[in-house]
Structure formats: structure tokens, C-alpha cells
């Protein structure tokens, strides 16, 4: 699968960005998928992950309630949205896939990365 994630930028603190990840290569349906977020100095985490119909969702305790995770199947397409955004919210955003859904969520063993998006949050 090869994944291309778009829409990063610059954005003052309570503004919105909304990024997307457009895959191409594979079935993708057959894929769950994710978010992930690396800061400087610090690890690439999960942000968001998706089951591969879109019925499940998972959010890390950070971003819960502000971002929003959802997939079109017919568009191959997974996007993030990420509304009240915050200064530690900035950092690059990785869009990823898996054949197995908690893999996503953890991280560990992902398969397929895309590119990362730069997302820098102002104060």
C-alpha cells in the first residue's frame, strides 16, 4: 500500500486543520488505519486508528473529543479531523497501515507508512 498524507500547515491555536491520506496500491479495505504524531524529542504515538469498515475507532486520551478520524472505502481515502488545536499538538503526522487493527493502535509491526505531513500549531 502506498500512502500519500496531505493538508498539514500552519494554524493558530484553537483553529482546525483537517489532514488526508490517500492510499493506493492494494485492496484498502483490507486495511485498518492510523494516525500517528512525532514531536521533537519524543516518540511517534497513535493519535487516531480506524477498523477497516469505519465502525471502530480509537483515540488517544490527548486528542479525544477534538480530533475525528473517518475513511471512505470508495475513495481510498482515511482523514483526520483536528479542530481546537492546541501548541503541543504540533508535530509531524503519519498516516499508516495494517491488516489488523490493534497492530494500528499500538504501533508496533505496522506495515505501511506514509510520508508525514508537518502540522505546527501557534500560540
Known amino acids: 500500500v502506498q500512502l500519500q498524507a496531505s493538508g498539514g500547515g500552519l494554524v493558530q491555536a484553537g483553529g482546525s486543520l483537517r489532514l488526508s491520506c490517500a492510499a493506493s496500491?492494494?485492496?484498502?479495505?483490507?486495511?485498518?488505519m492510523g494516525w500517528f504524531r512525532q514531536a521533537p524529542g519524543k516518540e511517534r504515538e497513535c493519535v487516531a486508528a480506524?477498523?477497516?469498515?469505519?465502525?471502530?475507532?480509537y483515540y488517544a486520551d490527548p486528542v479525544k473529543g477534538r480530533f475525528t478520524i473517518s475513511r471512505d472505502n470508495a475513495k481510498n481515502t482515511v482523514d483526520l479531523q483536528m479542530n481546537s488545536l492546541k501548541p503541543e499538538d504540533t508535530a509531524v503526522y503519519y498516516c499508516?497501515?495494517?491488516?489488523?487493527?490493534?497492530?494500528?493502535?499500538?504501533?508496533?509491526?505496522?506495515?505501511?507508512w506514509g510520508k508525514g505531513t508537518q502540522v505546527t500549531v501557534s500560540s
Open positions: 499508516a497501515a495494517h491488516l489488523i487493527y490493534t497492530t494500528v493502535v499500538t504501533g508496533t509491526g505496522i506495515n505501511y
Open positions: 480506524i477498523t477497516r469498515s469505519g465502525a471502530g475507532t
Open positions: 496500491g492494494r485492496t484498502f479495505s483490507n486495511y485498518a
